[in-house]
């Protein structure tokens, strides 16, 4: 007897089948040669930016210190270990992180996400209804891919250096007229990820601003949710020190997310979220405890004494680090890929150049994509079946922006390139590689 496969959810559905760009890293991991091929696609940080020495000495403390760190190794509370919330408040109020004082933190809540901020930004799709998420194109494609998923359609606005366009929001609301009570909320990345552009101050409030217009037009808060992911790594000295959209609230709408695993490690899976409290941040705390309970409690009193003990050098070390690759890396890419390029965004912050060519395609089917994956089927590009010469992969801006937004046609001419996880040595490498296939593209091809 032939049985039917389990009735899924519409998520479920959605779900049954990896992304485009989950398939296209999947197809490249199951056969990623170390040392021969170079990832300039995955956003992973740099190994040698984890505090190795710290964390095993802060496992130590934890370990050792019963009285202060209160069954570490049992099951945690949802709203997140009050050390870690206490160490988060201080950070930031020690070092002036987004210009808040006492005040404006005072009448916030802390919480802690089950699994880095990746759970909290879960969290917000699960305890919004459906309706229309304004953001910003290019968008960060792995939450704007679960978004839709989860029934939510994107309001995908064109960015420009300064982030989310302004005037285009503005005229997109226009013509929203009575579908503007749908929006469900804000989805701003401070620090564009895959663009690496900075959300400058005065569009940070200006985004807020219409927010507040909005929820005072239609009766209903509209949430503006800021995801800082990179924003501790803003590593350009000439760049303004971001302010934090909280200073901006006068309606209790801004909610600001943060993640220590860009600064600390991945692994520790600490995303952070600060905002007023009310049904939404109450049912965020419900949906950690339905998820898991809580963070990892071990790893939750590990980072508040990194926060206490080492973050701040720690923070200093890790954008150094990253600005250094960054100069290097853009002066590859200038140098070698330069006279294709029609511009080049990031490289100030975070760990990701986003190039957009004149001509090139970039996407799967492309000359260009299927020279650096070595699949033209000419033996002299690819090397014998059995030897392939290096491959790079990077994100092809086709999985970068809305599926039907302004961005699709020149999408196809753009890629995302992330200089966190390889060492420089291998991205001279992989630019180098980029320009044969650039040169490739445009001479070997009908
Ligand atoms: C924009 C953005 N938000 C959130 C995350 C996820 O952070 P976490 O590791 O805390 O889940 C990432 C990770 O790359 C990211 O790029």
Known sequence: ?????????????????????????????????????????????????????GIRQALDEVLSSPQKYR??????????????????????????????????LSGRQIIIGANGASSLLEAVAQVLAPGLVVTADPLYYIYCDFLERMGFELLAVPQDQQGLDIRRLEAILDRLGD?????????????????????SNRRRQEVVEIAHRLSRRWGRKVPVIFDLAYELLIHDPVQEPPLSGLLFDELGLVYEMGTLSKILAPALRIGYLIGPDGPMLQAIVQKTSDAGFSAPLVLQEMASVLLDRCAAEQIERVRAGYHQKAQKTGAWIQQRLGPYLEYTTGGQAGFYFYLTFRQIETHEGSAFFRFLARTTGQPQIDGPP????????????QFCVHRHGELVEQARRQLRLSYGFEELERIDQAVRLMAEAAEYAETDQP
């Open 1 to 53: 007897m032939i049985l039917e496969e389990p009735l899924l959810s519409a998520y479920g559905r959605a779900s049954s089948q990896p992304s485009p760009v989950n398939r296209m890293m999947a197809q490249f991991a199951a056969d990623f040669r170390d040392g021969v091929d170079i990832n300039l696609g995955v956003g992973y940080v740099n190994e040698n930016t984890i505090p190795r020495d």
């Open 71 to 104: 069954f570490a190794l049992n099951y945690g509370g949802p709203t997140g270990s009050a050390n870690l919330i206490e160490s988060i408040r201080r950070f930031y109020l020690e070092h002036r992180i987004g210009g808040l004082t006492e005040q404006v």
């Open 179 to 199: 579908r503007q009570a749908q929006i469900r909320f804000f989805y701003l990345v401070t620090v564009n990820n895959p663009t690496g552009t900075i959300l």
């Open 386 to 397: 059995e030897a392939k010469k290096p491959r790079v992969v990077y994100i092809p801006g």
